[in-house]
Structure formats: structure tokens, C-alpha cells
């Protein structure tokens, strides 16, 4: 097996965590894009959603993360009894994730269901790769929200589509790499073919947003169903 070496290095994010809900049990926020959500092993990528947050909130852990590039909703737990219990619901597949999206292309259909599995490939780090074979089972569901064109600054039109994306999985890149699968790869998207020669005003940053978290609260036992307007 083939050791992974991360060369990655994020830069400064100077956009704050915003949050939008907190008691003694939990913390729900909206994640900027290019913000890690752990720090990773390198002192450079020290900054992170978690590093930030457990100097506002001690002794708090990730229930989830978001990719570098997304934005969005996060549940971020207080202690550890309340981590095991949100955890479990992930994992249970009990929390409903949906994120906004902005694809290249026009889609055809108007909805529809990417089921490929997906496998770590040490020798493509940081990249994902769809195997029958080797991966894991995933599974994404898109709707398509509109069709539309940019107009380029050379009067050139570009077919995008914003899509409601629903994975009903967990796996890293799932979206992103689904999309290229599907053949409309999310604008923005550096390693799965979104990243197009285009401004910096229309591809700042990855084009997806987590926009709704629905999950039970673990000590209330109500439904939380938070959702978080596109910034894009």
C-alpha cells in the first residue's frame, strides 16, 4: 500500500464562523468555504472550525465535516454523551443533508439518482475514485432548482444548473465526485473537472453549500431542521 503524503496548505480563511444556534448540548453553525473542519497534521493548517470553536466552547467535538471548499451547516457537539448520540444518528442514516449546487452544464433530467461506489486510491490522493470492485456503496439524489446562463466577459454564454443535492451516503468528495459521474461537474470544483479557465468572480470557490441539517436533538427528542439560504 502506497503511503499517502498530504502536501496540502490551506489558506488564511479570514471569514468567521457564523453561529446560528447554541444551548448547553450543542452548536449548530454556517461553515465559510476554505475553512478546514479539523486541523490537520501540519502546524500550517492549524486553523479549523474545530480549533476555532473549542476556545469558545471547551471540550466540544465534530460530529461531521464539511470539505475544505463547502460551505454550510454543521452540528458541532458539547460533550461526549451528545457526540455518540449525533453520531449515531449519522451513521444510523437518520439526518437528512441537502446542499446547493451549481453545475456546468445543463442537466437533462429534471431529477434523478447517482448510485456508485467509491474507493480510496492512495496512488491519486487527494482524489476519490469510483470502483465497483473496491469501493464503498454511495448513493446521491439530485433535483434540478433552475437552468440558467452566465454571460462571460468576452459575451460568451455558460450553461449552469443549480440542483438540490440529497446523498443518502457519506463518503468523501461523494458529491462532488457524483457530479462528475453524472457528467456536470459542480463549478469550482478543483479536482473533479469543475475548475474551468474562467474569473476569479465566477468560480472564487467550490459552488456547494450544505443548506439543510435535519436530525433529532438528543435530549429534547424534537426534530432540528435548520436550513441555510445558498450564498451563491
Known amino acids: 500500500m502506497s503511503k499517502i503524503i498530504d502536501t496540502f496548505i490551506a489558506p488564511p480563511c479570514r471569514d468567521k464562523i457564523e453561529i446560528l444556534y447554541q444551548d448547553d448540548h450543542l452548536v449548530l453553525i454556517n461553515k465559510p468555504a476554505g475553512l478546514l473542519s479539523l486541523s490537520g497534521k501540519n502546524p500550517q493548517n492549524l486553523d479549523s472550525v474545530h480549533h476555532r470553536l473549542v476556545q469558545?466552547?471547551?471540550?466540544?467535538?465534530?460530529?461531521?465535516?464539511?470539505?475544505?471548499?463547502?460551505?454550510?451547516?454543521?452540528?458541532?457537539?458539547?460533550?461526549?454523551?451528545?457526540?455518540?448520540?449525533?453520531?449515531?444518528?449519522?451513521?444510523?442514516?437518520?439526518?437528512?443533508?441537502?446542499y446547493s449546487a451549481l453545475l456546468c452544464g445543463h442537466l437533462d433530467n429534471n431529477e434523478g439518482v447517482i448510485d456508485a461506489a467509491i474507493a480510496k486510491?492512495?496512488?491519486?490522493?487527494?482524489?476519490?475514485?469510483?470502483?465497483?470492485?473496491?469501493?464503498?456503496?454511495?448513493?446521491?439524489?439530485y433535483q434540478v432548482v433552475e437552468r440558467f446562463y452566465h454571460k462571460l466577459e468576452d459575451g460568451a454564454l455558460l450553461p449552469l444548473t443549480r440542483v438540490a443535492l440529497t446523498p443518502e451516503t457519506g463518503r468523501t468528495h461523494?458529491?462532488?465526485?457524483?457530479?462528475?459521474?453524472?457528467?456536470?461537474?459542480?463549478?469550482?470544483?478543483?479536482?473533479?473537472?469543475?475548475?474551468?479557465?474562467?474569473?476569479?468572480?465566477?468560480?472564487?470557490?467550490?459552488?456547494?453549500?450544505?443548506?439543510?441539517?435535519?436530525?433529532v436533538h438528543p435530549v429534547s427528542e424534537e426534530w432540528v431542521k435548520a436550513h441555510h439560504a445558498s450564498p451563491f
Do not use: W
Open 56 to 98: 469558545i466552547f471547551p471540550g466540544c467535538t465534530l460530529v461531521h465535516r464539511l470539505d475544505f471548499g463547502t460551505s454550510g451547516l454543521m452540528v458541532i457537539a458539547r460533550n461526549k454523551a451528545i457526540n455518540a448520540s449525533l453520531c449515531q444518528q449519522f451513521s444510523q442514516r437518520t439526518v437528512t443533508k441537502v
Open 121 to 141: 486510491d492512495p496512488a491519486l490522493f487527494p482524489l476519490m475514485s469510483i470502483c465497483a470492485i473496491h469501493g464503498k456503496p454511495a448513493r446521491s439524489c
Open 174 to 215: 461523494q458529491l462532488r465526485i457524483h457530479c462528475q459521474q453524472l457528467g456536470h461537474p459542480i463549478l469550482g470544483c478543483d479536482l473533479y473537472g469543475g475548475h474551468r479557465q474562467l474569473s476569479p468572480e465566477l468560480t472564487p470557490r467550490l459552488m456547494l453549500h450544505a443548506s439543510e441539517l435535519h436530525f
